[in-house]
């Protein structure tokens, strides 16, 4: 059951889980279930240091605390999510499932609308005690614009964020060191990724990426677009001058250096004629051709959300920057992976959470 809440960026039609179940339809055209393409902005920097952080077996403590138990049960923690239909619904359901688990109780839950009355919500939360919020999508975060400074807010569930933004949270852009290794874990001899990318949108996770590369052994070759033409320009360049055995390019979310009605057809067809592995942050490639992508798993992002949120009420006060995401499911395209010699057989296939298309 738990895969079927991943599906918050792969709603494809055809391809199958690696169980064998079809997967639904359904996914938005744009291929972002939570928030639209706008850019990826730098992170806010910390805003307190030398705040002595609790390590997790003192977090552990803290909640076996009966007050913490009742606090928490009070409302102290609440979830603010976008009053959406299905397929959306589904996924903001599985991640306040993820947060229930962790805290072992039921939590306030206020579904809102694109208008909501934020004195109204700020005066209810407020009512039922609550001290952290925890904003699921852009519709639940941007409810909480209006809060009480007092009322903490972690961000979850939304792709990008602007850089007037100064929230903590976990962006749903996958986390750079977990997609290199599991391009690693597919092809060894790999000794480069290569990336085109936009600075205004996706600077802040070039500079993850860059970290990534040189702890996992790889060299990360960027080129910098600034519009889609110059996007259009580089591709053709770039698969030419690489070498498919040692190379591999990888599409970020970046919606100039990404875009899918013109620039994503030229980069697979290039991808396929050159026998350059191509992977990406965004599932929705692999039903198109890329070789694999990651995508999250939200009842898992739900658990790491629910252990932020105690953190804060058990004293941890530090502000931290946005952070990628790791909580991720893995989809893998075996007729890309056959076209450039990468044989997957049933055991390695049944370690991907989705497969495509069906065998």
């Not at 109204?120 to 999508?137: D, F, Q, S």
């Not at 033409?229 to 990888?250: E, I, K």
């Not at 992508?293 to 931290?320: F, I, K, Q, W, Y």
Request: charged content about 20%; some cysteine; overall charge positive.
């Amino acid at each position: 059951m738990r895969k079927a809440w991943g599906l918050l960026c792969l709603m494809l039609a055809g391809p199958v889980l690696a169980t064998g179940s079809a997967l639904p339809a359904g996914i938005p055209s744009n291929g972002f279930l939570l928030a639209p393409p706008e850019g990826l902005m730098p992170p806010p920097a910390p805003l307190r240091s030398g705040v002595r952080a609790i390590t997790l077996a003192q977090l552990e403590d803290q909640l076996r605390r009966p007050d913490m138990q009742a606090s928490i049960g009070k409302g102290t923690i609440a979830v603010v999510y976008p009053n959406a239909e299905e397929p959306f619904r589904s996924a903001f359901v599985a991640m306040i499932q993820g947060i229930e688990e962790r805290t072992k109780l039921k939590v306030r839950s206020y579904p809102v609308d694109p208008k909501v009355d934020t004195a109204e919500l700020n005066a209810a939360l407020k009512r039922n005690g609550t001290k952290v919020v925890i904003a699921l999508g852009r519709q639940g975060l941007n409810a909480t614009v209006g809060l009480d400074r007092e009322i903490a807010v972690l961000a979850g569930g939304v792709l990008l964020l602007s850089e007037a933004e100064n929230v903590m949270g976990i962006s749903m852009t996958p986390d750079p060191a977990m997609l290199f290794s599991k391009l690693h874990t597919l092809l060894p001899e790999l000794k480069r990724v290569i990336v085109v990318y936009n600075p205004q949108k996706s600077e802040w996770l070039i500079k993850l990426a860059r970290e990534a590369a040189k702890a996992q052994g790889l060299e990360l070759q960027v080129h910098v677009a600034g519009d889609m033409g110059r996007a259009a320009q580089l591709y053709p360049q770039v698969f030419a001058a690489a070498d498919s055995r040692h190379d591999a390019v990888w599409l970020p979310h970046d919606s100039t250096t990404v875009e899918e009605s013109t620039i994503l057809p030229l980069v697979l067809r290039e991808s396929w004629n050159s026998g350059v592995p191509l992977f990406s942050s965004n599932a929705l490639h692999v039903k198109k051709g890329a070789l694999f992508a990651m995508l999250p798993d939200n009842v898992e992002l739900g658990h790491t959300l629910a252990a932020s949120a105690m953190g804060v009420l058990a004293g941890d006060v530090r502000r931290r920057p946005l952070v990628p995401l790791r909580e991720l499911q893995t989809a893998i395209n075996i007729r890309t992976a056959s076209h450039i010699g990468l044989n997957l057989g049933a055991l390695q296939q049944r370690s991907f959470d989705y497969v495509y298309p069906q065998p």
